[in-house]
Each structure stands twice: as C-alpha cells, then as structure tokens.
C-alpha cells in the first residue's frame, strides 16, 4: 500500500497568515500516461464527515473558496491556505487514488493562534 | 437534495454481524462508484471498499478481506455493507461516500461500536 505521510501534525496559525500542509506519499502518484497526480485534499471540521477541497493535486473543487490552493508533484505535495479565517479551523487529510487500495494521511490539525 | 444517508449501525459483540445500509438521492446512484470509508474513534479516515456501477468490480482494505461485503441495489439507491466476524479494531463511524478516485459526497456517518 501506499503510505501517506502528512506534516506537521498540528499547527497553530494567526488569522489572516499562511498555514501551509504537507503530504508525502511513499511512491509517486504521477501516472505517466496522463501526467496527472492522483492525489486529494480533505477539510474535516468537528462532528462533520469530511469534505472534497483539491483533486488531481491542485484541482479546486466547485465552491471551495480560493484561499485554498494545492501543489506539488510525483511524492511531495503540499495544501496552502493563504489568509486563514477562523471557518478553517479543521483537520486537513490528503488521499492518494493512484493504487487500487485508496489511503489517507493521518491528518493535520489547523487551529487558531 | 443531493445526499448520503447511513443506517444499521449499533453495539455488536466480537465475532457478530451488521449490515450498513447508505440511502442515496438527489443524483443517479447508478451512475457512480460508490465508497465505504470509516474512522475510529479520535482517529483519522481509512478507505475501507468501493464498488463498480454493475457491482462488477469490488476492492477492500486488506484488513477486512473474507470479512466485509460491500454490495448494492440501483433499483433501490443504496449502498451496502456487510460486516461478519467483527473486531474491536473495526470499531468507527462507517461513512458512505460517492467516487472511484476522490470522493465529492459523503453521507453523516454512522457509528458501529464492537464491545462485549
């Protein structure tokens, strides 16, 4: 299976900064025959399920604001969030799709300073 | 509205059965793979199988192998799982979720506590 390895697992950001999210997966995602990384980004808030924000790495999803931004390449991948407002405080997972058994980083916690 | 909705969870004893059932509306269910996913208690997201539009394809986490059977009735819009010979580990909240790669819709989730 591929592991997914996110860092850092929490950080506490002040509102309107950066907080920035890293994924690495234990072998590359890319899919030569369409250059495409088969990886997502989660946002889970408290008592929620999670909700879709990134695919193919850097793909926003419909509705997802764009404060939110994902890149990254191959093994290393990273979930940027340029002016954090407070509605962001969440955990963050990315999900490789690339083997046939899907799975998810452990999760990044994102709180307020 | 287009959503998930999970039902069948509970208290099982190691070495029971239960059947999760995820109703499906708003969008055409046979459209689309469909998704278990869970997540332990205070614990992160784990794929757990996912299903073909004709159920001509399956696929489970290792882990569940020769124990879980995910399933599904297009007629009825929902989505199955069954679960045999329980563990403590499969303790979590089950989430039913739409696609084959990434996954735009998931249902509330539903807890399935495996205790003696």
């Known amino acids: 299976d591929i592991v997914m390895t996110q860092s850092p697992d929490s950080l506490a950001v002040s509102l309107g900064e950066r907080a920035t999210v890293n994924c690495k997966s234990s072998q590359s995602v890319l899919y030569s025959s369409d250059n495409k990384n088969y990886l997502a980004w989660y946002q889970q808030k408290p008592g929620q399920p999670p909700k879709l924000l990134i695919y193919w790495a850097s793909t926003r999803e419909s509705g997802v604001p764009d404060r939110f931004a994902g890149s990254g390449s191959g093994t290393d991948f990273t979930l940027t969030i340029s002016s954090l407002q407070a509605e962001d405080v969440a955990v963050y997972y990315c999900q490789q799709y690339y083997s046939t058994t899907r799975t998810f980083g452990q999760g990044t916690k994102v709180e307020i300073k | 509205e287009v959503q998930l909705v999970e039902s069948g969870g509970g208290l099982v004893q190691p070495g029971g059965s239960l059947r999760l059932s995820c109703a499906a509306s708003g969008f055409t269910f046979s459209n689309f793979w469909m998704t278990w996913v869970r997540q332990a208690p205070g614990k992160g997201l784990e794929w757990v199988a996912n299903i073909k539009q004709d159920e001509s394809e399956k696929n489970y986490v290792e882990s569940v192998k020769g124990r879980f059977t995910i399933s599904r009735d297009n007629a009825k819009n929902s989505l199955y799982l069954q679960m045999n010979s329980l563990r403590a580990e499969d303790t979590a909240v089950y989430y039913c979720?739409?696609?084959?790669?990434?996954?735009?819709?998931w249902g509330r989730g539903i807890l399935v506590t495996v205790s003696s």
């Open positions: 979720a739409r696609g084959y790669w990434n996954f735009d819709l």
